[in-house]
């Protein structure tokens, strides 16, 4: 749950800030990225950060030189404020063995499985069942957002889904929990679609 709120938090204050750009709100971004990635690992990161880069592609604001030079600096610190831990842990111990197990647990897991398997298809019927009693709306609402993809909302709230969905399905490690982050999303395009 951790997890799933870091990363819907993280993922607010990208809207917010893509709709009335300020400093704080990018460092606030970044921020919330590095605690989700010490609280439950790298999903909380790349997903938050996939979603905000494939919205900036398909909507194409205007970035001005001055936004660079914020996400520049959000980067850096949110770099920083994730790597602080095993920089203490480095000093103490004299080794990177917390980073590496952060490689092990978060990267190599994810493509070279050592436990946690099931099947490719896993999420497409293990998602439904966490969702119901909602799942019945979901399909319809995944098509007519899909229609409606030039509004904005509808294109943001699928492409979050899609993006999750898609990630957790190609990584080799599968468990019915690491799609707790689909949740939000899959409930503003049923809401949605329910409010038709």
């Known amino acids: 749950l951790l997890n799933v709120a870091l990363a819907t ?9 893509r709709a009335a750009f300020r400093g704080r709100l990018v460092l606030a971004f970044f921020a919330l990225l590095a605690l989700g990635g010490q609280a439950k ?6 997903l938050p950060m996939a979603i905000a880069v494939g919205d900036l592609a398909l ?12 996400i520049a600096a959000g980067l850096l610190f949110g770099a920083g404020l994730y790597l602080l831990p095993f920089v203490c842990s480095r000093a103490v111990h004299g080794d990177w063995r917390l980073l ?5 647990e978060n990267f190599v897991r994810a493509v070279a499985a050592f436990d946690h398997r099931a ?3 896993y999420y497409a019927y293990t998602f439904p069942a966490m969702f119901l009693p909602w799942t019945p ?18 294109r943001f709230a699928l492409l979050g889904f899609v993006i999750i ?16 982050p689909l949740f939000p999303f899959a409930a503003l395009l049923a809401a949605a679609f329910g409010d038709q």
């Open 59 to 70: 909507s194409r604001p205007r970035v001005r030189a001055r936004h660079a030079g914020w």
């Open 100 to 104: 590496d197990l952060v490689w092990r």
């Open 137 to 154: 709306w979901l399909p319809g609402a995944l098509l007519w957002s899909a229609r409606r993809w030039r509004q904005e909302s509808h």
């Open 119 to 121: 099947p490719p298809l």
């Open 41 to 46: 690992g790298m999903p909380a990161v790349l």
């Open 9 to 17: 938090a993280a993922v607010l204050v990208y809207l917010e800030a």
């Open 165 to 180: 969905f898609l990630a957790f399905t190609a990584s080799e490690s599968r468990r019915s929990y690491y799609v707790l």
